[in-house]
């Protein structure tokens, strides 16, 4: 598939083993060193390093960062479908939405973290039992802002984060803007096929959906293959535990601006 949407670079913030401070000084940081995408994630617990270690909340979070950037755009990735009921997410959305001047993503999934699900009270139900929720959930979502007043800045992007061949990369095709996915090259060229049959099964361009990756190595050869693949939006990790290192973002960042030169 080709894509003619320009290559952005996301960080995700993991809101873990860090004070809050320390949090908000990185997302100025990776502001300032022109990142596209600023995103940090929907759970109340460490996913590694010590598991009762610091951690803080998305979507609170997510409303401070809408008032502390200017330019970045910010979001979950991903939202835990589970937490909140749909209409409410969306009206949070949309009021995180218009604080940040139209730069919010909402980012969802359907959620896997069972001591997230334990702790807080709600019912981890089956694999399953989830992802039939979330195909409830998406279209409420959308439902829910056509009524709200007043409604979104924009037509908010929804980007849908999984890899299951058979349900999520068919909601991501039924409903979402951004499909974000996990894996080498070959992995995801795998599932960018899955998702472009799921859109043409339904009568969707395939093209109407951006691509983004997690990537973990240096740009020099991960990135054209990806590239190549259609992926546009390459989203580093930064986890807290040892201080937040930007080193590897801004090669992700210089190698970007090579390909716009």
Same mark, same amino acid.
């Given at each position: 598939?080709?894509?003619?949407?320009?290559?952005?670079?996301?960080?995700?913030?993991?809101?873990?083993?860090?004070?809050?401070?320390?949090?908000?000084?990185?997302?100025?940081?990776?502001?300032?060193?022109?990142?596209?995408?600023?995103?940090?994630?929907?759970?109340?617990?460490?996913?590694?390093?010590?598991?009762?270690?610091?951690?803080?909340?998305?979507?609170?979070?997510?409303?401070?960062?809408?008032?502390?950037?200017?330019?970045?755009?910010?979001?979950?990735?991903?939202?835990?479908?589970?937490?909140?009921?749909?209409?409410?997410?969306?009206?949070?959305?949309?009021?995180?939405?218009?604080?940040?001047?139209? #730069?919010? =993503?909402?980012?969802?999934?359907? @959620?896997?973290? !069972? %001591?997230?699900?334990?702790? $807080?009270?709600? &019912?981890?139900? /089956?694999?399953?039992?989830?992802?039939?929720?979330?195909?409830?959930?998406?279209?409420?979502?959308?439902?829910?802002?056509?009524?709200?007043?007043?409604?979104?800045? #924009?037509? =908010?992007?929804?980007?849908?984060? @999984?890899?299951? !061949? %058979?349900?999520?990369?068919? $909601?991501?095709? &039924?409903?979402? /803007?951004?499909?974000?996915?996990?894996?080498?090259?070959?992995?995801?060229?795998?599932?960018?096929?899955?998702?472009?049959?799921?859109?043409?099964?339904?009568?969707?361009?395939?093209?109407?959906?951006?691509?983004?990756?997690?990537? !973990?190595?240096?740009?020099?050869?991960?990135?054209?293959?990806?590239?190549?693949?259609?992926?546009?939006?390459?989203?580093?990790?930064?986890?807290?535990?040892?201080?937040?290192?930007?080193?590897?973002?801004?090669?992700?960042?210089?190698?970007?601006?090579?390909?716009?030169?």
């Amino acid at each position: 598939m080709t894509d003619p949407r320009p290559v952005r670079i996301g960080l995700q913030l993991q809101p873990q083993h860090a004070d809050y401070a320390e949090i908000r000084r990185t997302v100025a940081a990776a502001e300032e060193a022109g990142v596209d995408v600023v995103f940090n994630w929907d759970h109340f617990f460490p996913l590694y390093g010590e598991p009762d270690g610091k951690h803080f909340e998305c979507w609170t979070m997510l409303g401070a960062w809408a008032e502390a950037t200017s330019r970045v755009e910010i979001g979950a990735l991903v939202t835990c479908n589970s937490y909140r009921n749909p209409e409410l997410l969306a009206d949070m959305a949309r009021t995180v939405d218009h604080v940040s001047g139209g #730069r919010l =993503i909402l980012g969802i999934g359907a @959620g896997w973290f !069972e %001591r997230d699900y334990d702790e $807080y009270g709600f &019912e981890f139900g /089956t694999k399953g039992d989830r992802l039939r929720d979330l195909s409830r959930a998406l279209p409420r979502i959308r439902d829910r802002w056509a009524k709200l007043n007043p409604p979104p800045t #924009r037509d =908010i992007p929804l980007l849908v984060g @999984g890899g299951g !061949e %058979r349900k999520t990369l068919r $909601y991501t095709a &039924e409903h979402a /803007t951004i499909w974000h996915g996990f894996g080498d090259p070959d992995t995801v060229a795998h599932k960018c096929s899955v998702l472009d049959g799921h859109c043409r099964d339904i009568g969707r361009d395939p093209a109407e959906i951006e691509r983004s990756v997690a990537v !973990e190595q240096a740009p020099d050869e991960l990135g054209p293959r990806l590239h190549e693949l259609g992926v546009r939006l390459f989203t580093v990790g930064q986890d807290g535990q040892d201080g937040y290192d930007l080193g590897l973002l801004k090669e992700w960042i210089a190698w970007r601006d090579g390909l716009r030169a």
